[in-house]
């Protein structure tokens, strides 16, 4: 009896001191959360710079292209959204959302990693709080200026759209260019992670990488980063992962029909072999260019 009491008199006394520093563990979990984002996804990651660690950062941001592609397949092609005559100010719907929000998202610290690279970079304002400056950590000064997203915002908006959403026209303008904003974003962020790539390629052989780079030769370093094998494997993972993460379930036993999916996972394994990979690359290169300045 008394052994219980001791024990629950001790039990009771740490409840009230968890109690006391629960609230300073929660301030701490969140400013760890808070920093840990603003830090460059490699050592976010698991505090190495390795191609490894890079790779494995960029098969994490495949989930996020793939989930972001079935948010957006929810809702048809929505054309009146990318009319630039349908606000009256210039803008189509998605390019004043996507305008707006980069506005305000810089403004609380966004934008200041390598791999945050803005629409439209043109008079964004400058972050509020204090943010850690990541990139002169890791990378080369100049890949800030290492931007594909105009080449992006084209095939994603002419071609891309298109072939994963059904025609037609349900007037949720504002849910989908939202929807349309997390692809783009996610997108261009798996892109402009190629910086990592680079570098990492480069500081494991600078004597391969060196002579291409002082000769300006696009092509002997668009050869020297390729790793077709790495792509085959790239491809049919996005696709597999397609293929899992939009199949409809259902807990009907009898349901002998075909599995749907929510998007056609050979549009993610097209996407990845025709932009993704080939836009990753020129980013290697263009940052590459630039790095022995
Ligand atoms: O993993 C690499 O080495 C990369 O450079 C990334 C990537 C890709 O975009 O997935 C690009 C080029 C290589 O040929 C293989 C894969």
Redesign the pocket.
Known sequence: MKKISKSFLAAAMLETKLKAFLPLLIQHLFLYHYLSSLLPISMACNNKFT?DSV?DA?IREEDSIVFSLIERARFPYNAPAYDPSFLGNGFSIAEFYVRGTESLQAKIGRYQKPEDVPFFPKDLPSPLPPTKDSQKVLLHPASASVTVNEAIWKFYFTELLPLFTTKGNDGNYASTVASDFVCLQAISRRIHS?KY?AEVKFTDAPQDYSPAISSKDRDKLMDL????A??EA?KKRVEKKARLFSQNVTLDENDSGKTQYKINPLVVSHLYDKW??PL??VV?VEYLLLRLS
């Open positions: 191609l790779r960029l190629g790539v980063l390729t790793f077709v790495v792509e790239v993704v990979m990753t690359k290697e």
